[in-house]
């Protein structure tokens, strides 16, 4: 009797440790970044006003729409295109930073986009998709008010703490950089344990090739988008293709009941991740190498020896 009554929470629980994964990953990976930045590192780099232009078209125009189109053409179920729709307005993740350094890109412009990313999402999300869900109820304030409060908050007190207390800020930035790093695998173990058979009824259901579809069309929509300069490329492809699915799941969470909406976000975060780090590590490889300091270096003159 015992044995049946674990097994019988034993989803319950593995389900609570995947919300506390994911909840402890947004939170202290929000608050690390605010921990190790100023304004004008996130200010900075988004000058450029021909490249802000780029990268809001490519995310809230482009990507959306292409979401949109995958899911017209592909056979789906209302739930798993919900989901796709969820991810393709969710922009700005937390992730984005950590890839671009894998890729050996332009890093700071990468947390600039990310902050304003996300920024807009906070905006944007509660207003488009209720136009693009024509008939669902979706709650406007609930979707802004979750993302502010797990995402923009934690990012406001780090980058406070940083501005006020530096050398507070350099003890507690690694502790909270970990903290997000085990909670990412705690979430990404428990959501793999969660959704492995779902991950295997979706296969047959056309949402993984609509996943696969809209992390390669928003990584070229970024790429091309962003002009010739390799290091906004790298920034540009991978963050239209690596959707929030932090803020996903928050809307997903708060606002609908149907369990495939959550599926399907499920699988995005696992295909993203793996796919994106797999292409970071391959850009990497392929990156330019940096000229030695050794190699930069003019030999000084000689001394003259006195005569």
């Given amino acids: 009797m015992e044995k049946w009554i674990d ?11 995947a919300n506390l994964g994911i909840l402890t990953f947004v939170i202290a990976s929000m608050a690390a970044l605010g921990l190790s930045l100023t304004i004008k590192q996130i200010v900075e780099p988004l000058r450029n006003v021909r490249l802000l232009a780029a990268v809001l078209l490519a995310n809230f125009v482009l990507t959306p729409a292409l979401a949109l189109l995958l899911k017209l053409l592909i056979p789906m179920n209302e739930g798993y295109g ?39 999402t906070i905006l ?12 669902v109820q979706v709650n406007p304030l609930d979707i802004a008010t979750s993302l502010v409060v797990l995402m923009l ?10 501005a006020r207390y530096d050398e507070m800020a350099a003890n507690l930035q690694p502790a909270f950089a970990q903290i997000s790093n085990v909670g990412l695998m705690l979430g990404f173990v428990a959501l793999l344990v969660i959704s492995g058979r779902t991950l295997l009824d979706a296969i047959g259901s056309g949402a993984i090739v609509a996943v696969l579809l809209l992390i390669v069309g928003a990584f070229l929509i970024g ?13 540009m492809g991978l963050g239209a293709a690596q959707r929030n699915v932090s803020a996903a799941f928050v809307i997903a969470g708060s606002n609908f009941s149907d369990p495939d909406v959550l599926i399907l976000c499920m699988v995005g975060a696992l295909l993203m991740l793996g796919a994106l780090m797999f292409t970071a590590g391959e850009l990497g ?18 001394a003259k020896k006195p005569r």
């Fill in 82 to 120: 919900i989901g796709l729709l969820l991810l393709a307005t969710a922009a700005g993740a937390p992730f984005l930073p950590k890839l671009v350094q894998v890729a050996k890109g332009d890093v700071p412009l990468s947390v600039g986009m990310m902050v304003l990313l996300m920024v807009v």
């Fill in 153 to 162: 908050i934690p990012l406001a007190i780090g980058l406070f703490v940083k």
């Fill in 7 to 17: 097994m019988e929470i034993l989803p319950q629980v593995i389900q609570v440790l």
């Fill in 285 to 302: 490889k392929r990156a330019p190498a940096k000229p030695s300091v050794a190699a930069n270096m003019t030999p000084a003159p000689r």
């Fill in 223 to 235: 790429w091309l988008l962003a002009g010739k300069e390799r290091g906004a490329r790298v920034v």
């Fill in 124 to 135: 944007y999300a509660p207003l488009m998709l209720p136009l693009l869900l024509p008939g």
